[in-house]
């Protein structure tokens, strides 16, 4: 999906005077991910809120099952998800 790029501190890029184009679809996940239930005001059940999976000491399949249903709930198909080392691998088609 086509959308505005945001840098590592999630500041637009802006390219020539102008805000930068690009597939947006890893930050889309991450921002689905990242962001709590409550954070996107057009859509308040959206958001896994990763922050508070890790702190608390939760079943990891808890967490796999919740993060495939809110991104396969933002239209991904999603036909892997690992956690590996603090990382989150996908496989989406």
């Given at each position: 999906?086509?959308?505005?790029?945001?840098?590592?501190?999630?500041?637009?890029?802006?390219?020539?005077?102008?805000?930068?184009?690009?597939?947006?679809?890893?930050?889309?996940i991450k921002h689905?991910?990242?962001?709590?239930?409550?954070?996107?005001?057009?859509?308040?059940?959206?958001?896994?809120?990763?922050?508070?999976?890790?702190?608390?000491?939760?079943?990891?399949?808890?967490?796999?099952?919740?993060?495939?249903?809110?991104?396969?709930?933002?239209?991904?198909?999603?036909?892997?998800?690992?956690?590996?080392?603090?990382?989150?691998?996908?496989?989406?088609?």
């Amino acid at each position: 999906m086509q959308d505005i790029l945001y840098n590592e501190q999630n500041q637009p890029v802006i390219r020539r005077g102008d805000f930068d184009i690009g597939n947006a679809t890893e930050q889309h996940i991450k921002h689905l991910l990242v962001g709590n239930k409550g954070d996107f005001r057009f859509a308040p059940y959206v958001g896994l809120g990763l922050q508070n999976w890790l702190s608390d000491d939760q079943n990891l399949t808890d967490l796999q099952h919740e993060a495939l249903k809110q991104l396969e709930l933002d239209g991904l198909r999603v036909t892997k998800l690992d956690f590996v080392a603090g990382v989150i691998k996908g496989y989406y088609v």
